[in-house]
């Protein structure tokens, strides 16, 4: 799916306080990319990712994902097309601690109108050896592994993802975004990527930069790198 933003503006109010986190943002992704989003902190990255998914709702403008436009949803309608379309990652797993790394994955199965098969993606995710165990058994890259295995079971046709190798080291955040690739290639999934580390938008087809709020570049990565060719700093 492609997400297309016009003049979108996101301001927060809290208290005497406003602060404009997007400034009249107008940007295309276009189907099947991986899109890599870098700036400074503050800049409206999470923002920005968080109105393109209908996680918050824009103060003015309009986001249009293929042909439905999000911006105009209700807050059920929103709920429901997250649910069959957008896949999420952040910075921290979240998995349940009860459940087994199958079960983690099931609870995203479950929610898939044309889901994959669950031994099948955390086969992809390099998990089948842990595929019994429980989150308190496996390491911190693993638990992401899962993470990732739950958002994609479900077949989103985006998966959004706020920094989802920031508390990774080099050789873990690599095997992630090498997962990630081969979801893209097979699955023709956009991936929108937020990163801080400027080595990581090589790996993607369009990197965008925030500033302050504005998108002050989009360009086309015309030097595309396989994740784990990436020097990583
Ligand atoms: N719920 C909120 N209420 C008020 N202000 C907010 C809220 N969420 C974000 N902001 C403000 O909006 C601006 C953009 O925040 P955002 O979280 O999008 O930045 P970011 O680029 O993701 O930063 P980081 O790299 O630190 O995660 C910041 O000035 C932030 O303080
Ligand atoms: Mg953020």
Known sequence: MSIILENVTKVYQSGEVETKALKNVSITFNEGEIVAILGPSGSGKSTLLNVCSGLDVPTDGKIQIDDDTISDMNTKELTKFRRNHLGFIFQQHNLLQTLSVRENVEVGRAVGE?????????????????????????????????????????????????????????????????????????????????????????????????????????KENKNKQKAKTISWS
């Open 114 to 218: 044309d889901p994959f098969d669950t031994e099948e993606v955390i086969d992809q995710v390099g998990l089948t050896p842990n595929i019994d165990k429980y989150p308190y058994q496996i390491s911190g890259g693993e638990a992401q592994r899962v993470s990732i295995a739950r958002a994609v079971v479900k077949n989103p046709k985006i998966l959004f993802c706020d920094e989802p190798t920031g508390a990774l080291d080099e050789e873990t955040a690599k095997a992630i975004l090498t997962v990630l690739e081969d979801l893209n290639e097979t699955y023709k999934t956009t991936i929108c990527l937020i990163t801080h580390n400027p080595n990581i938008a090589k790996m993607a087809d369009r990197i965008v930069k925030l500033n302050s709020g504005e998108v002050i570049e989009s």
